[in-house]
């Protein structure tokens, strides 16, 4: 299902979505560390994790304060370590590359991580939009995808829906305010703003939100076209 606001203005940086990762892009990595398989799903919006898998996506994405890296995942093994990061040599460096890899999940830590958010576990559905500018940031060669598992080899888990953006605003009554998603375990979809910047397109199971800070009064009148 489709749905359109239009007569609003906004802006969005012109690259908005910049990256989408499909299964045809990953390649091997970390050596001999990666000894398992990336299967691209049915649908060929994401690929299923098996085994002591490190995979790697080029992306070539420079990361800025605005930056905000989206995903789908569900997991019934997260393995020992199960996390996503940046590369910036194609090299794996333990020492360093952890502070820029997010952990979801797994019975061991990576030392370093500069984000753990919880999945809820069960092989559940979970969408995910981490603002890595306000974690990071710099100059980025490759996406690494990790379900470490060295002990059996057991890690299932995929990502789907991928995807790099720069965080947009809606100006609202004069003001600019960024759009964001609510709540956060509903929105699965996307909010794009169109080329004339006068319009928003919901796509999917969306849910978005703005920061209005607003009162509500028995006078206000909320106007828009639909």
């Known amino acids: 299902e ?8 906004a802006w969005l940086d012109p690259d908005g979505v910049v990256l989408e990762v ?5 390649q091997s990595y970390g050596g001999s560390q990666d000894q398992g398989t990336a299967t691209p799903t049915a649908g060929g919006d994401g690929f299923d994790l098996a085994g002591n898998v490190w995979k790697a996506s080029e992306v070539n994405k420079r990361i800025t304060a605005d930056t905000v890296l989206g995903f789908d995942m569900r997991a019934s093994d997260l393995g020992e370590i199960f996390a996503l990061g940046f590369d910036t040599d194609f090299t794996r460096t333990a020492a360093t590359d952890a502070a820029t890899y997010i952990q979801l999940g797994g019975s061991q830590s990576m030392s370093g991580v500069v984000a753990t958010p ?29 379900g470490d598992d ?9 990502f789907s829906q991928i995807s790099l953006f720069e965080r947009g605003a809606l100006t609202v009554d004069g003001e600019a305010t960024r759009v964001t998603h609510a709540p956060r375990n509903q929105d699965r979809g996307t909010a794009e703003v169109g080329p004339g910047c006068t319009d928003v397109t919901l796509l999917g199971n969306a ?20």
């Open 2 to 9: 489709v749905v359109e606001f239009s007569d609003l203005e």
């Open 150 to 158: 060295d002990a059996n080899g057991s890690t299932s888990g995929r």
């Open 207 to 226: 849910w978005k939100a703005v920061d209005l800070n607003r009162t509500i009064t028995a006078d206000t009148w909320l106007s828009f076209d639909f």
């Open 118 to 146: 919880d999945y809820v576990g069960g092989n559940k559905l979970q969408r995910f939009e981490i603002p890595v500018g306000e974690l990071f940031t710099g100059d980025f060669d490759n996406l690494v995808f990790v």
């Open 22 to 26: 499909g299964p045809k892009t990953l």
